[in-house]
């Protein structure tokens, strides 16, 4: 079974640029997150989507950021225009039901 | 308001001892509890759950947690650390009452393994 495909693994822009995340999900999973880690704490949910509409998108930045999944199965989350504070390992996850989460290996995010 | 503390913010021990990462939470509900995982440069992955029955879990590598409704802890152990042990944890919990749709992640505990 593979797993959650997420890219680019690494991006490097410019303050006040814009910048997307790509991720496809497990075969099958209806829920899918976008969670943001910055370094030394715990994963934040971003947004979650069941199918292609949203779950939860209390803690998203919405004059910044903004996600889809259009056809319920793969998602683009999108930073535009790009802060400092915005650093970080983006993290995709999917799952089934209430079960637990499966995890892409991420996208580090560096904005200078 | 859902929460989840991890104390620790790194635990160190020997190989072949016995390890505890600590774990407790706050819900309205009933919790669905969890285990992960982070090794450098990776993504989460999943170690083990709790949703209902026995309060011991067992799960990947040979690590168990106990579910304590009591002390509202979930504590991740194994009987043998491994070098290999060694990484970031993170304990999640999801409240079942409000239809489950958010899991909260604690801030991680870092596992140092001595060999």
């Known amino acids: 079974e593979a797993g959650v495909a997420q890219s680019p693994r690494y991006k490097i822009i410019e303050k006040r640029q814009s910048v997307a995340f790509w991720c496809n999900p497990i075969?099958?999973?209806?829920?899918l997150y976008w969670y943001q880690q910055i370094l030394g704490q715990g994963p934040k949910l971003l947004i979650q989507?069941?199918?292609?509409?949203?779950?939860?998108d209390s803690q998203l930045p919405k004059d910044r950021f903004s996600a889809e999944r259009l056809k319920g199965v793969d998602s683009t989350l999108k930073i535009q225009p790009a802060k400092l504070e915005d650093s970080a390992v983006y993290l995709c996850?999917?799952?089934?039901?209430?079960?637990?989460?499966?995890f892409g290996p991420g996208t580090r995010l560096t904005v200078t | 308001a859902q929460s989840v503390a991890q104390p620790e913010d790194q635990v160190n021990v020997a190989e072949g001892n016995p390890l505890t990462v600590k774990c407790t939470y706050s819900?309205?509900?009933?919790?669905?509890l969890f285990w992960y995982v982070q090794y450098p440069n990776r993504g989460l992955q999943f170690l083990l759950k709790y949703i209902t029955g026995d309060n011991l879990v067992k799960g990947s590598y040979g690590f168990e947690a106990e579910f304590n409704k009591s002390q509202t802890s979930f504590h991740l152990k194994k009987p043998s650390a491994l070098v290999s042990d060694s990484a970031l944890y993170f304990c999640a919990v999801r409240d079942m009452r409000r239809g489950g749709f958010k899991t909260i992640f604690g801030a991680g505990t870092r596992l140092f393994v001595k060999a």
């Open positions: 989507f069941q199918n292609n509409g949203v779950v939860d």
């Open positions: 996850a999917s799952s089934s039901e209430v079960s637990e989460q499966y």
């Open positions: 075969s099958g999973h209806a829920t």
């Open positions: 819900v309205s509900g009933n919790p669905y």
